[in-house]
């Protein structure tokens, strides 16, 4: 009979045990669906996030010119103004039979266009150069001259420099038959294409020698829209001019080459490229892309 009470007593014990439980169970149940519930997005104002305001561009933008004026200066150079944004329709026209030869562009902005030929010289200090100064220039390359170091140039064409055309081993084209300035022109156009994804749009002969063979074996190749000239060539210290008033004029395009000291009497690429863009400093222009004008 005792035996009896103390399990009955363990019962009346048990009963308020399982209640308690069970409500601590089902407020814990609750709280871990409103756990897993995605939470509300904050609002901008929560997080104090904000669309850039004026003050912030401007102040981004002095930033920039401020980095711009010191990669200036640590070259030695005289900063030279942001070139205008390139125009909505191009001044050249190309397509639809045209093949244009090209010396200048048609404008009147104070712009000049620089340009690098064959490839020869592979110099590191003018990559670095080019990332600090951000430059615009466009570059017609040879394959005999490059295929060392097809490499060399991947740096410079991400910058947003274009390679563009100059044949496979740099002949005088007008000794070339049809057949052979095919070979040299849309030769390269392959190697190009395959080397660097993308396929030029324009074309250099070499030594600007050029003929109607030359213009049928441009068009021949399919994506090539122009030929490309110059109206200065940039020596070792001075910018040789073909005018005779030695200046440069709206839209005139510029002629340097990838050279080292060998040809340059001892002198770096990049001492010759900070001499030529003093040069156009000082004659109040500045340098755009080729590519947005034709």
């Known amino acids: 009979m005792h035996h009896i009470t103390r399990a009955r007593t363990r019962t009346r014990l048990f009963v308020p045990?399982?209640?308690?439980?069970a409500l601590l169970l089902g407020g814990a149940g609750c709280s871990a669906h409103k756990?897993?519930?995605?939470?509300?997005?904050?609002?901008?104002?929560?997080?104090?996030?904000?669309?850039?305001?004026?003050?912030?561009?401007?102040?981004?933008?002095?930033?920039?010119?401020?980095?711009?004026?010191?990669?200036?200066?640590?070259?030695?150079?005289?900063?030279?103004?942001?070139?205008?944004?390139?125009?909505?329709?191009?001044p050249v026209k190309t397509g639809k039979g045209l093949l244009p030869v090209v010396s200048d562009i048609p404008t009147?902005?104070?712009?000049?266009?620089?340009?690098?030929?064959?490839?020869?010289?592979?110099?590191?200090k003018f990559v670095a150069m080019m990332k600090d100064l951000k430059i615009p220039f466009t570059m017609f390359?040879?394959?005999d001259i490059i295929r060392s170091d097809y490499g060399f140039f991947k740096p410079l064409q991400a910058l947003g420099n274009s390679i563009q055309n100059h044949t496979l081993s740099h002949p005088d084209l007008h000794t070339k038959s049809l057949a052979g300035q095919k070979h040299e022109i849309c030769g390269q156009e392959t190697k190009?294409?395959?080397?660097?994804?993308?396929?030029?749009?324009?074309?250099r002969p070499p030594y600007g020698n050029y003929?109607?063979?030359?213009?049928?074996?441009?068009?021949?190749?399919?994506?090539?829209?122009?030929?490309?000239l110059w109206r200065e060539s940039m020596q070792i210290k001075k910018v040789q001019f073909q005018r005779p008033d030695h200046t440069f004029h709206p839209g005139d395009i510029i002629l340097a080459h990838f050279r080292g000291p060998s040809e340059l009497k001892?002198?770096?690429?990049?001492?010759?490229?900070?001499?030529?863009?003093?040069?156009?400093?000082?004659?109040?222009?500045?340098?755009?892309?080729?590519?947005?004008?034709v």
């Not at 045990?17 to 439980?21: E, F, G, H, K, N």
């Not at 401020?66 to 030279?80: C, D, E, N, S, T």
């Not at 009147?108 to 590191?124: L, N, R, S, Y």
């Open 108 to 124: 009147t902005k104070k712009i000049v266009f620089v340009t690098f030929d064959d490839g020869a010289e592979k110099d590191p």
């Open 17 to 21: 045990l399982l209640a308690v439980t």
């Open 35 to 90: 756990d897993d519930a995605a939470p509300p997005s904050p609002s901008p104002s929560d997080t104090g996030a904000h669309a850039p305001s004026a003050a912030d561009k401007a102040a981004a933008g002095k930033s920039a010119a401020a980095a711009r004026a010191a990669a200036f200066r640590k070259w030695g150079i005289p900063l030279l103004p942001p070139p205008p944004a390139p125009p909505a329709v191009k």
């Open 211 to 228: 003929n109607t063979d030359t213009k049928a074996a441009v068009r021949s190749c399919g994506n090539l829209r122009a030929i490309i």
């Open 141 to 143: 390359l040879t394959d």
């Open 266 to 293: 001892g002198e770096s690429m990049t001492t010759m490229t900070a001499n030529m863009l003093r040069q156009i400093a000082r004659q109040g222009f500045t340098v755009a892309r080729l590519d947005d004008y």
């Open 192 to 203: 190009l294409t395959h080397e660097y994804g993308t396929a030029p749009g324009l074309f």
